[in-house]
């Protein structure tokens, strides 16, 4: 069983900074990519920022140069910077592993339970 835990989120006002956390435990092989979603009330759920094992990274547009992600493959851990946030960041962000069991698996994506950022003007 795998599970993933975030934690970091809250309540900032526009142009402050929040670092969100998560980390997977369990029985656990190798963890490949990484990445962070979001879901804003009433919109579909869209990929903020992705990483893979070996550390290459990709954003969206709307998040370039303001968020920032990174892992601790020791620890099991993916993070995500966000500086300069705006009220337009407000959504549960959601984060994702695809993590292998042991060695003759192939890695599924497993979730986060979802933690809220909420940026006020």
């Known amino acids: 069983q795998v599970q993933l835990v975030e934690s970091g989120g809250g309540l900032v006002q526009a142009g402050g900074s929040l670092r969100l956390s998560c980390a997977a435990t369990g029985s656990i092989f190798i963890i490949n990519a990484m990445g962070w979603y979001r879901q804003a009330p009433g919109k579909q759920r869209d990929l903020v920022a992705r990483i893979t094992r070996g550390g290459n990274t990709d954003y969206a547009d709307s998040v370039k140069g303001r968020f920032t992600i990174s892992r601790d493959n020791a620890k099991n851990t993916v993070y995500l910077q966000m500086n300069s946030l705006k009220p337009e960041d407000t959504a549960v962000y959601y984060c994702?592993?695809?993590?292998?069991?042991?060695?003759?698996?192939?890695?599924?994506?497993?979730w986060g339970q979802g933690t809220q950022v909420t940026v006020s003007s």
């Open positions: 994702t592993q695809d993590v292998a069991r042991h060695v003759l698996e192939r890695p599924s994506t497993y």
